[in-house]
Nanobody, 126 residues
């Protein structure tokens, strides 16, 4: 069974840091581009970051660029998002999502995902 399981969320003060992880199983992880997407009641779904199947190319939404680093370990079948200088507006449930790799980069797309995790909640509050 295909699974994407996010972890690492929690309560963090503004300006703090957090590392999210997404453990994959049940599919050929190394053949999928991976994405982080977040959901808030007000904004709905927002694409956050993407990384190609081999991990050589990374992409970021403007609101996290410079504050976040996406990475992956294909041997461990795990995706990561390291975040720092967190803001209250970063509060959201963060999902990882997989899309079979194509010639198009995983940059900014919410649609066409093959698999979704259930999300991990990040709360930024003092």
């Amino acid at each position: 069974e295909v699974q994407l399981v996010e972890s690492g969320g929690g309560l963090v003060q503004p300006g703090g840091s957090l590392r999210l992880s997404c453990a994959a199983s049940g599919f050929t992880f190394s053949r999928y581009d991976m994405n982080w997407v977040r959901q808030t009641p007000g904004m709905g779904l927002e694409w956050v970051s993407g990384i190609n199947s081999g991990g050589s190319s990374t992409y970021y939404a403007d609101f996290v660029k410079g504050r976040s680093t996406i990475s992956r370990d294909n041997a461990k079948m795990t995706l990561y998002l390291q975040m720092h200088n967190l803001r209250t507006e970063d509060t959201a449930k963060y999902f990882c999502a997989a899309r079979l790799t194509t010639s198009c980069p995983p940059a900014g797309y919410l649609y066409g995902m093959d698999y979704w995790g259930k999300g991990t909640l990040v709360t930024i509050s003092s």
